[in-house]
């Protein structure tokens, strides 16, 4: 078992077999599998990217001024670019599933213009794009200096990480009410 288990995509292609199993054991003739596995998906990368996004928040962050110079470029050098690179491609493909389900639904114009009856999820979709946006331009190119994976002076790294936590700590803000669009409109309406 350790064997199967130790290899991280031996676990995750398991867990994938068993999902399809399980998908179309129950779900396999119906004519909204389509819509199931992107929401499926959409969920499962929202839950990587806010995570993640929680990581660096939470623990990263925080614990980097309590680590012995020594080992700091444990986490720069290896943790972090690795956590940094799960981050932004699961940000875009929460938003890409997001706006596919919509689209498959036929809300999409509707949320994005914040039309009656989908304005709840209208505001979670657009503060969700614009956190997308700060995960890819901004956040991630001022990583890339903090973090020596572009040439940098220690000032523009310093600037760097500065710039890059403040934009991470603003979608720690924007997270909470994004979150509580997504799940609220299914429950109490879209308003």
Not at 22 to 48: E, K, Q, S, T, Y
Not at 99 to 105: D, F, G, H, S
Not at 132 to 140: G, K, L, P, Q, S
Not at 183 to 188: C, P
Request: hydrophobic residues 60%; contains cysteine.
């Amino acid at each position: 078992m350790a064997k199967l288990l130790g290899n991280l995509w031996n676990a995750v292609g398991l867990g994938g077999l068993l999902a399809i199993i399980v998908l179309w054991g129950f779900h396999g003739d119906n004519p909204a599998l389509v819509n199931g596995i992107f929401r499926f998906l959409h969920v499962l990368l929202g839950i990587m990217w806010i995570g993640l996004l929680y990581y660096f928040n939470f623990v990263q962050i925080p614990t980097m001024p309590k680590v012995p110079a020594e080992l700091k470029p444990g986490v720069s050098k290896y943790i972090a670019p690795e956590a940094l690179f799960w981050f932004r491609w699961a940000a875009l493909f929460t938003v890409v599933t997001g706006l596919v389900i919509a689209l498959l639904n036929n809300y999409l114009v509707e949320a994005l213009t914040l039309s009656p009856g989908y304005r709840v999820i209208g505001l979670g979709m657009w503060l969700a794009l614009v956190m997308a946006f700060n995960v890819w331009f901004v956040i991630w190119p001022n990583q890339k200096k903090a973090l020596g994976i572009v040439e940098a002076d220690a000032d523009t790294k310093a600037k760097a990480a500065t710039t890059a936590m403040i934009f991470s700590r603003t979608n720690t803000v924007l997270s909470l009410p994004m979150l509580w669009c997504m799940v609220s409109q299914g429950a109490l309406g879209g308003v």
